[in-house]
């Protein structure tokens, strides 16, 4: 075969060039195709504790947290509990958050499941998988699993308390609410991170979760450095506050919380240790702050979604 002239292979060098260039996003003719948006790295939520002082009433709770600009949200079980034996109805509760464009990501109760004793654990359980059901029917999934009634004598088993979280993500699995073990920095069991890990993880059960907050592991003393030993799949719910520089663990109280970014805890370095690349973690923001709750509830909420957001800008 003979050889083609130089003229002929640089035009043909010169069309096989335009036509590569044809096939690139924004060549002439091209059109562009967009790419999957970014995954968001958190999903903003407002746990009711915030504007819980005000005294609003679960509907107008959520009201002030759409308004506010929220999206998602943490209802407590007795302010939902209180619009029912009002003659509130489950179903209208649904779709009075659904018509705000409201998620109920998680739900914050008190059933003692964990408990020794025999008789206060069984009611404990039957009161748990009522609220499950509850919740079930308003579309939240989650459940926090805290240790109430063991927070004043130390040494829990925490091998039993395994068995007993084991029991309760069982009626998870039943209703679709998977308890979430709540680390409480105060309690005098499950306090720490190590004993809420050791817990979570000698239950053995795949949906076990846990639901961790930044004044809680100041206040139990635990290390912000063990937050990555959790694991990326070990938490879907986080609460999100601040604490200020004058209170050490031992003096801090709930009330101290703050708006995140007015503290002093090490928000940057707990938002990288928890942020999951698969899925968004959802921060909730929870103070019991009584300066707050005397100011306007719309006010606390947006100022809350703003220092929010400006405390994850810079991840």
Known sequence: MTQPSASRRNALKVLGTTAGAALLPGAAGAT????PA??????????MSTIRGHKLGYVKELEVASKAGFRSVEIWMDSLQAYL?????LADARRRADDLGLKIENCIGFAQWIVDDEATRTQGLEQLKREMDMLAQLGCRRTAAPPMGATKSPGLDLKRAAERYRAILELGAQTGVTPQLELWGFSQNLSRLSEVLYVASESGHPAARLLLDVYHIYKGGSSVDSLP???????????????????PPAEVTDADRVYTGDGVAPLGRILQAIRN???????SFEVFNNDYYAQ???KVAQTALAKMKSATANL
């Open 85 to 89: 034996d009002g003659g509130g109805k």
């Open 277 to 283: 690349p698969d899925r968004p973690v959802v921060i």
């Open 296 to 298: 306007d509830p719309l």
């Open 229 to 247: 030993l959790v694991g990326k799949a070990g938490v879907e719910v986080f609460h999100v506050n601040d604490y200020p520089a004058n209170k």
């Open 32 to 35: 562009p195709t967009a790419g």
């Open 38 to 47: 970014p995954k968001p790295d958190f999903i903003y939520s407002l746990n």
